[in-house]
């Protein structure tokens, strides 16, 4: 029920009273359409895993990339046609190392679930469609000839890899928000690790890379694209691809993302998830550690400092002082910094963002930090506001409160959580 | 802070129920528009989008029961899952819509009858969507080719508990799993790493409750997020810095109603936002004001106005987006 798919978004409201020339086009087109998709129907309950079956398939997905059953349909045309090796890896069940279905799965992936070909068999005997018609254990000719075989599958199934990837970028560029090109994709790649030399296959991924950082400048919040990049920088890094770390890469792609625009969120947070690995990888010390949370410190203070009304760098802000003030019970920045040093870069960031009054005096987003980070002093401290402190937060409350209606149930709650109103029973608007 | 207002808007438009109604019947009759095959793939979650939308609206009869029912059994597998129409494969999130129309159609008995596979009925369901749970992290696939994403994960709890059948999947892996998909911020995304989203907030908290986990939830970071979601205008978006949408009326309203904050938004503003995404003439809302309506924007306008407590409206369950009435009639069989 969260599938998106299929959903208007951002289209404007017409007419919907069409022509009557509209209508004969849908007439036509709709035609068109529930033919072709009639004729995969039939081939595919036919047991017809052809090329041209295939083909037919990529017409229909052109048209209509959402199609799940389709790309579904597509996968068994690839194992149960064209790749060269049926073998057991290439079942669905042991498709993906990283998925567990159990060997239950293995009967569900028989004739009963797949709909378009109501009777898949688990091809133990498919059609030879693919451009190599051979199999290894054809003949019993000498190790050479074995060899040759081999190779000849792999470039078969090599072939049929680029093409699929080749197949999904112009769907992907036109539908980058459609799920079930991204996991197509992932699969295809998987078959790459399953089925070719670990170099080859490493290369492929390698691309990849590519194919998330243009996704990314199309649109730099595309979370299908921020998955799937995090998802190919795992398998890069993976024993399976002969992989190293790339988080050191990884973790400059953020700083370029972010060079080109601080209000991408998306970039603060994947920088706040690869920094922990990043000192470790980078065997930081103490000393180091407490250099670059101070350098994040300052590259954020001075994007707020042009834009102090962008969510996203208070957010990122926001995260650096939990690691001063939270520091139990996740990795952070700089562990081992002492309860004075913490104290004393709290209040330096309070104060700092005080001078930002001066410039502007009426960003909401100001004083709610105000607010938080002397809360967070006194957490710190173990000990409630003091005097002065408790006049500046009835004073900044109030600001909020005005700048920000919208709010105001909040608001209540936070002025009475501090202490700043007498007690009274807290607003719940029901049983939770 | 109350919704007390909410009816009355003079100056303002008023949900427009009857057109609402008559858009809803309407989607299934639209077999000359090209969209309506190109969205085959949605068909059984779209009539679970359009009969919830119905129920909220007061009208559970607009759409034929018995009708109704043949079309989610004929998209059953011997599997147990259920595809999206008849030919379509089975899939977690078509299979979720089958069992929340059955349960609010309170049509168990005939899923017993006449549902397909060795076990039948429920059982084989319960089959189906437990082997979808990656044991190794407890997290779910949508279907045999093994994508994985919090919201299978939600759909399983969602679907298990509607059926009594929670104990087939390993509660306690699963909601590890969930604690791993959590932010500094608070919020959650669809797997461990990613990037807080309300859509996936919305599984994760959701899916917690059903485990009665709600514990494990930061509710006041939470909360503070959830709430910063929403916009001048009135409507909320889903991450920082992006575009308000109707959907997110849903997605955020639920997962604040779920951890006691929905206090800590203007509930009139949002009121006003949904209502002027309506199409009070045809019926229908939809993202933005001006938009093309779809049945997906429809409901969650609803829903979200059902959690605004507007007038006239039958009271949404925040967990499993379905009538109270009926997720309260289904669990109390369970409950011994």
Known sequence: MADQGGSQHGIARTSRVRTEEQRRQDVEKIAKYRDLDERVRKELSQKRYTPETFQLTSKLLQLNPEYYTVWNARRRLLIYGLFSKPSAGSSPSTALPSSSLTATTTTSSDASSSSLSTATPPAPDPPRA??????????????????????????????????????????????????????????????????????????????ELGLASKMLIKDRRNFHAWGYRRHVVEQLESPELGGTSLVESEFKYTTEMIKVDLSNFSAWHNRSKLIPRLLDERKADDTARETFLNEEFGQIFEAINVGPEDQSLWYYHHFLMLNLVSPVGHPTIAPALTRETRITYVIREIEQ??????????????????????????????RKPDGSERAELVSWLDKVKKLDPMRSGRWADLERDCGLVEERPRMMTMAS | MSSSNAGNRPEEVQLATSAHVKYIQSLDTRKDEYDYWLTEHLRLNGLYWGLTALHLLGHPEALPRAETIDFVLSCQHESGGFGAAPGHDAHMLSTVSAVQILAMLDAFDELEKRGRGSLGGRAQIGHYIANLQNRQTGTFAGDEWGEEDTRFLYGAFNALSLLGLLDLVDVDKAVKHIVACANFDGGYGVSPGAESHSGQIFTCVAALAIAGRKDLVDADRLGRWLSERQVPGGGLNGRPEKKEDVCYSWWVLSSLEMIGRTHWIDRDQLIGFILRCQDTEKGGISDRPGDMVDVWHTLFGITGLSLLEYPGLQPVDEVYCMPKSAVERVLSRYKK
């Open chain 1, 130 to 207: 693919g451009k190599s018609g051979t199999t290894a254990d054809e003949g019993d000719g000498s190790p050479e000839q074995a060899e040759e075989s081999k190779k000849a599958e792999q470039d078969n199934d090599l072939e049929l890899i680029k093409q699929e990837l080749g197949f999904t970028i112009p769907l992907l560029l036109a539908s980058p928000k459609c799920y079930w090109i991204w996991s197509y994709r992932l699969w295809i790649l998987q078959q790459a690790i399953q089925r070719l030399p670990i170099p080859i296959a490493r290369r492929i991924w390698e691309e």
């Open chain 1, 353 to 382: 963002i005080k001078e930002l009054l001066e410039d502007y005096d009426d960003v909401q987003l100001i004083y709610e930090a105000l607010i938080d980070y002397t809360l967070f002093l006194c957490q710190f401290l173990e």
